[in-house]
């Protein structure tokens, strides 16, 4: 079983070179680069990686948002949020086991760059700066990931729900109007932070009440963020 699970749409443009990969490797990698990668359209709601299955290399996300998941006994639990640049499947590079971990999907309409996993370990290699830059995103995923299952055990549902939105505004930011710049439902929340779907919304509705957030029709709206940053400074 492979990582391509659905059907997925080749596209034919050429690639931005403005993802982790290229902006980390010299650019005389660049032409080969372009020849080697297939770039992939994939639907809002596709999920392009399956947990357990076979992955042949990794994405990098040239267009869109994407969310990585796996199965936590019998709930969803979302793993992080990926932006536009950022790689997605790296969880599966080994030499010993290239079954994923984790799965992914589109959270919108989203343009991929798939790398072979031959040809990416050829890169790591072969450019030095791009491997301490994926060195360093690893440890400081794996810092966040651990902070995150500590807050499972030592944080209210409140605090996680604090501490989480706090996360996505520094990684994602705010707009002008001091709106998250990802769309998120209820649903999402709950699967991120590792609670039900009912809680988050109790959670939510006493933040509004107090004036910190607003939440209408996935659009998360930070009213008040000092006061959401003065919650976990109390805490």
């Not at 006493?206 to 000092?226: A, G, Q, T, Y």
Request: aromatic content about 10%; some cysteine.
């Amino acid at each position: 079983m492979t990582a391509f699970s659905l059907i997925m749409k080749k596209n034919s443009g050429a690639c931005d070179h403005s993802c982790f990969m290229c902006k980390n490797i010299l650019k005389e990698w660049w032409e080969a680069i372009d020849i080697k990668i297939d770039r992939i359209n994939v639907k809002k709601g596709q999920k392009f990686i399956s947990e357990g299955s076979e992955m042949p290399g990794v994405f990098f996300i040239q267009k869109g948002f994407v969310k990585v998941h796996k199965h936590w006994g019998d709930r969803e639990m979302i793993v992080r949020f990926t932006r536009e640049g950022e790689i997605v499947g790296h969880r599966a590079i080994s030499s010993e086991n290239l079954l994923s971990p984790i799965s992914a999907t589109a959270m919108q309409d989203s343009v991929l760059c798939f790398i072979e996993i031959n040809f990416f370990r050829t890169l790591l290699k072969t450019n030095t700066a791009f491997a301490y830059e994926l060195m360093m995103f690893y440890a400081n995923e794996l810092q966040w990931s651990e902070q995150k299952m500590g807050s499972l055990v030592h944080l209210s549902v409140k605090d996680r729900l604090v501490v989480n939105l706090l996360y996505l505004i520094s990684h994602f930011g705010l707009d002008e109007e001091n709106v998250l710049k990802i769309e998120l439902t209820k649903t999402d929340l709950a699967a991120y932070i590792g609670t039900t779907y009912e809680t988050v919304y109790r959670t939510i509705a006493e933040l509004e009440n107090h004036k910190i957030i607003s939440f209408r029709n996935k659009i998360v709206k930070i009213m008040n963020l000092e006061k959401l940053k003065g919650h976990i400074a109390n805490t």
